[in-house]
């Protein structure tokens, strides 16, 4: 069985930053595309960030474009969402991902998901 657990997430002010840690078992993300999305209540949940199966290929969302970077460790079966300078819309749920095809921005991507970690940005 698929397991992802993130951590994390927490209260921070605007301008601050935060890593997203979303640890694999039953996967390894060496073999597969991983993704970050987030949800806040009322909305429509919202792609971040993919990356696939060897890194070649990051993709954005523009709204965090040059502030948030995915990254991947092998070793530790482990994908990062570094997040810096933050912003109140920012705030959200925010789950990973992972799926067998490419990285792609849509949820119907991914079959496997965590059960996500709280970011709130507030002064």
């Known amino acids: 069985q698929v397991q992802l657990v993130e951590s994390g997430g927490g209260l921070v002010q605007p301008g601050g930053s935060l890593r997203l840690s979303c640890v694999a078992s039953?996967?390894?993300?060496?073999?597969?595309?991983t993704a970050w999305f987030r949800q806040s209540p009322g909305k429509e949940r919202e792609f971040v960030a993919a990356?696939?199966?060897?890194?070649?290929?990051?993709h954005y969302a523009d709204s965090v474009k040059g502030r948030f970077t995915v990254s991947k460790d092998y070793a530790k079966n482990t994908v990062y969402l570094q997040m810096n300078n933050l912003k109140p819309e920012d705030t959200a749920v925010y789950s990973c991902?992972?799926?067998?095809?490419?990285?792609?921005?849509?949820?119907?991507?991914?079959?496997?998901w965590g059960q996500g970690t709280q970011v709130t940005v507030s002064s």
């Open positions: 991902a992972t799926g067998e095809g490419a990285a792609a921005e849509t949820t119907g991507a991914y079959d496997y």
């Open positions: 039953g996967r390894r993300f060496s073999s597969f595309a």
């Open positions: 990356v696939n199966w060897s890194g070649s290929s990051v």
